[in-house]
């Protein structure tokens, strides 16, 4: 049981309990600031920086061989291409992409559509290369003979790997091509990427 000089040295010593705790809670949550600060710091050195990518382009759509497309896979070359953008400047660019025929839906206005898969090496013949891999959909604008149509793709493109100025990049984002019905196509890229 407790005497009354008890119970009232009690508050006082509750006071001093609670007054360490709460010095020991600071000096604990400003160490662990402390050694956070420290680990932020070599992250933010070892962390790469994100910066938009946009890219147009023209190039010229050619099939590969005879046309003929072996199990349902057309081959397609983008050929002579010539690209503008940010932040990767001006240059050429070239590619392949293959059309799965075998796997073609309708486009809603008679005509067709089929998946794609394919490869674009941004500055081909430089020692600054990107190369994306993409995969989405090529649709026929309409309906009518193929070889007259013109055709719409969308696409979703990874940074495969890059080269010189580009050897660590990583990224992605949307790609969109617009082929007229003489095989001249724009390209345009927008996505995200660090290096």
């Known amino acids: 049981m407790f005497t009354w000089m008890q119970f009232r040295r009690l508050p006082a010593t509750l006071t001093l309990i609670a007054v360490a705790m709460v010095g020991l809670a600071l000096a604990a949550a400003t160490g662990a600031a402390n050694s956070a600060g420290a680990d932020t710091s070599s992250q933010s050195a070892n962390h790469r920086s994100s910066e938009r990518l ?32 940010t932040p990767v400047g001006t240059g050429a660019y070239n590619g392949s992409v293959q059309l799965l025929v075998a796997e073609a839906f309708a486009n809603g206005e008679g005509g067709v559509c089929a998946p794609m898969n394919g490869r674009i090496e ?9 190369v994306l891999t993409l995969s989405g959909d090529s649709c026929q ?21 890059g080269t010189g100025e580009y050897a660590k990049a990583r990224g992605s984002g949307v790609a969109s091509f617009s082929e007229d019905a003489t095989d001249r196509e724009r390209m345009t890229l927008i996505g995200r990427i660090s290096r």
């Open 141 to 161: 604008d309409g309906a009518g003979p193929l070889t007259e149509a013109s055709f719409t793709g969308l696409a979703h493109f990874v940074v495969k790997y």
């Open 54 to 85: 946009v890219v147009r382009g023209e190039d010229t759509v050619k099939e590969v061989g005879d046309g003929a497309c072996p199990a349902g896979v057309c081959q397609l070359e983008l050929a002579d291409g010539v690209f503008r953008g």
């Open 122 to 130: 941004l500055g081909a013949g430089s020692p600054d290369r990107l």
